[in-house]
């Protein structure tokens, strides 16, 4: 049970360093609610003792994709924020001044 109040108490932190450092204000209380209603939910599986280490092991794991998130710009995990541009080709070519429609209904 100290493993998942620690995890709980590192996501509050990880939620609100989040929330301070991009909008410069404190973290919405949906945001700290809907947190702390999903870590009640791991304690209330980890009552079970069989379930305890998986239920502590899950929360950690959901802090540590937490954190990993934080920083999507950074080149440590290849800048997988960054968009590349699309480009589709059809295979044909069009004469320029001409439309697909020609020599049709007339």
């Given at each position: 049970?100290?493993?998942?109040?620690?995890?709980?108490?590192?996501?509050m932190?990880?939620?609100?360093?989040?929330?301070?450092?991009r909008?410069?204000?404190?973290?919405?209380?949906?945001?700290?609610?809907?947190?702390?209603?999903?870590?009640a939910?791991?304690a209330?599986?980890?009552?079970?003792?069989?379930?305890?280490?998986?239920?502590a092991?899950?929360g950690w794991?959901?802090?540590?994709?937490?954190?990993?998130?934080l920083?999507?710009?950074?080149?440590?995990?290849?800048?997988?924020?960054?968009?590349?541009?699309v480009?589709?080709?059809?295979?044909?070519t069009?004469?320029?001044?001409?439309?697909?429609?020609?020599?049709r209904?007339?």
């Amino acid at each position: 049970m100290r493993g998942l109040t620690a995890a709980w108490l590192f996501g509050m932190g990880i939620i609100t360093w989040r929330a301070i450092a991009r909008q410069h204000q404190p973290p919405v209380p949906g945001t700290m609610l809907a947190a702390s209603g999903f870590f009640a939910l791991l304690a209330l599986v980890s009552e079970y003792q069989a379930a305890a280490p998986a239920a502590a092991a899950i929360g950690w794991g959901v802090d540590l994709a937490a954190l990993l998130n934080l920083f999507p710009d950074s080149p440590l995990f290849g800048n997988p924020g960054a968009k590349q541009p699309v480009t589709v080709s059809t295979g044909t070519t069009q004469a320029p001044g001409t439309t697909t429609a020609a020599g049709r209904g007339a």
